[in-house]
Nanobody
Framework: QVQLVESGGGLVQPGGSLRLSCAAS????????MGWYRQAPGKQRGLVAG???????NYADSVKGRFTISRDNAKNTWNLQMNSLKPDDTAMYYC?????????WGQGTQVTVSS
């Protein structure tokens, strides 16, 4: 059973930073794609950032220049460094991994940006 577990969410003031981590129960080398998604109340879940097995990254326009996705294969994790956070970034954040044509999701971690 493949499991993904997020950590690092919390409450932060506007302009602050948070680092989210997603830990996989199997080797991260087995994932062809790893990503972070978010869902705010009343809105659809959407891609925030993704990274391929080759290290190619893509970002939602709203987070370009502020968020950075990375992977640490030694720890079987992928991370999302979030800087210059805005109230609009408030959402539940989910990590997703694609492995052997199947998708796996974490349980989500809440990020709240508020003064």
């Amino acid at each position: 059973q493949v499991q993904l577990v997020e950590s690092g969410g919390g409450l932060v003031q506007p302009g602050g930073s948070l680092r989210l981590s997603c830990a996989a129960s199997v080797s991260s080398l087995e994932f062809s794609f790893m990503g972070w998604y978010r869902q705010a109340p009343g809105k659809q879940r959407g891609l925030v950032a993704g990274i391929s097995a080759r290290g190619i990254t893509n970002y939602a326009d709203s987070v370009k220049g502020r968020f950075t996705i990375s992977r640490d294969n030694a720890k079987n994790t992928w991370n999302l460094q979030m800087n210059s956070l805005k109230p609009d970034d408030t959402a539940m954040y989910y990590c997703k991994g694609e492995r052997y044509w199947r998708e796996y999701w974490g349980q989500g971690t809440q990020v709240t940006v508020s003064s």
